[in-house]
């Protein structure tokens, strides 16, 4: 029986993972397909049931689905234990369900593909509190990064981020604008200024540091207001292309074995964004 993997969520037309995993398993020359798969959070259950009743080898997970997944798991890695969240499923032999998070340690990837290994002692400033802030600040202080500080409209939120990632602050938005020249790296987690989304910045990066590694996680549009506004004052920015397509490029290692070319389809997906904003 040909394999074939999936990803599911709601909405998950809009999701490029399905081009990027039959790229590499064709790359790759193996003989598999990549689904993607409309699921509603009512039948969430359901349609675990039927992956695994229809053979599927393994899922990507999106939203809003990566923490109502963890009950119908049979056991999770430490990093999705740690976020309350999954984005890869993996099937053992017995037929066991696996989750494990690999955004957080995707995201670790990209920054030292992007900037190198020798950045690990400056301060970072993560923007937002959810689910992608406490993966990314998790991976990076497992991977010696720090110290690390967080900031949020919700200072409540941040607050409680704070306190359960150990040695780590957290300054109103306010205060950390007046502060950015301090940090070396700035990340942007939220969805403010995603395309279809919502426009605008979710803190103003007027005050940064030339030289400060910039990054904001949203992929599409390629360049944010925020990291256009941080380039011109002097930062060097990164967009989510590479976060995106490490974590994918970790989800394909766990099913196949295989690492795939993340360089090629970190340039692939970046021009074929580069099509779509040209052809508006």
């Not at 990093?79 to 032999?93: G, S």
């Not at 957080?104 to 290994?117: C, M, N, P, T």
Request: overall charge negative; aromatic content about 8%; proline content about 5%.
């Amino acid at each position: 029986m040909k394999k074939w993997f999936a990803v599911i969520g709601d909405p998950v037309a809009q999701s490029m993972s399905p081009g990027m995993h039959d790229y590499w398993l064709q790359e790759n020359g193996i003989d598999a397909a990549y689904l993607p798969i409309h699921a509603k959070s009512e039948n969430l259950q359901s349609v675990i049931t039927s992956l695994k009743l229809l053979g599927c080898s393994g899922w990507n997970v999106t939203v809003p689905h990566k923490s109502d997944i963890l009950p119908f798991l049979g056991s999770v890695d430490d990093a999705a234990a740690h976020m309350d969240a999954v984005n890869t499923v993996v099937i053992e032999e017995e037929g066991s369900l696996v989750g494990y998070n690999t955004d957080g340690i995707g995201f670790v990837r990209a920054l030292e593909e992007k900037y190198g290994k020798t950045r690990k002692e400056e301060e970072i400033l993560i923007i937002g509190a959810g689910g992608a802030a406490k993966g990314i600040a998790f991976a990076l202080r497992s991977a010696g990064y720090g110290p690390i500080t967080f900031t949020n409209r919700t200072m409540a939120n941040a607050e409680e981020l704070s306190e359960r990632l150990p040695n780590s602050t957290c300054l109103t938005i306010a205060e950390a604008e007046q502060q950015l020249s301090r940090f070396g790296i700035i990340i942007q987690t939220t969805s403010v200024g995603m395309a279809f989304s919502s426009e605008g910045m979710p803190l103003n990066p007027i005050n940064v540091s030339p030289g400060t590694a910039a990054i904001d996680i949203i992929y599409n549009p390629l360049e944010t207001e925020f990291l256009a506004t941080a380039r011109k004052k002097g930062a060097d920015p990164a967009n989510g292309i590479g976060m995106f397509v490490h974590q994918g490029a970790l989800s394909f290692e766990k099913w196949t074995g295989i690492r795939p070319d993340t360089v090629g389809m970190m340039e692939q997906l970046t021009q074929q964004l580069e099509d779509q904003h040209a052809n508006k």
